[in-house]
């Protein structure tokens, strides 16, 4: 099976900065897209940011032009990079992994999933 495992989250000051990674573990041939979403208390989940394989980059209205995607492929990892952060940032972030192709006992048969991580907590004080 695949599994998504978050790291970065915790409480930071309105302005401030963090990192979310997000690494992808498992018999993984490819994953096509990655992204990161969140939800806060009483709203529904949102999209932040995503990156397909092929690099190019998707964001909220929100966070454009304070939150940064990136992919390293080698590593099967996501980052979300977070800057000028505000309290309405304040949000459970979610890492998603879209089409990844998991390997079978049948040559260059894959088998695709998409997969969610179990959630970072970012809390944004003013």
């Known amino acids: 099976q695949v599994q998504l495992v978050e790291s970065g989250g915790g409480l930071v000051q309105a302005g401030g900065s963090l990192r979310l990674s997000c690494a992808a573990s498992?018999?993984?041939?490819?994953?096509?897209?990655m992204g990161w979403y969140r939800q806060a208390p009483g709203k529904q989940r949102e999209l932040v940011a995503a990156?397909?394989?092929?690099?190019?980059?998707n964001y909220a209205d929100s966070v454009k032009g304070r939150f940064t995607i990136s992919r390293d492929n080698a590593k099967n990892t996501v980052y979300l990079q977070m800057n000028s952060l505000k309290p309405e940032d304040t949000a459970v972030y979610y890492c998603?992994?879209?089409?990844?192709?998991?390997?079978?006992?049948?040559?260059?048969?894959?088998?695709?999933?998409?997969?969610w991580g179990q959630g970072t907590l970012v809390t944004v004080s003013s």
């Open positions: 998603n992994a879209d089409n990844v192709a998991v390997v079978t006992t049948t040559p260059h048969v894959y088998r695709y999933l998409e997969v």
């Open positions: 990156i397909p394989s092929g690099g190019s980059t």
């Open positions: 498992g018999s993984i041939f490819s994953i096509n897209a």
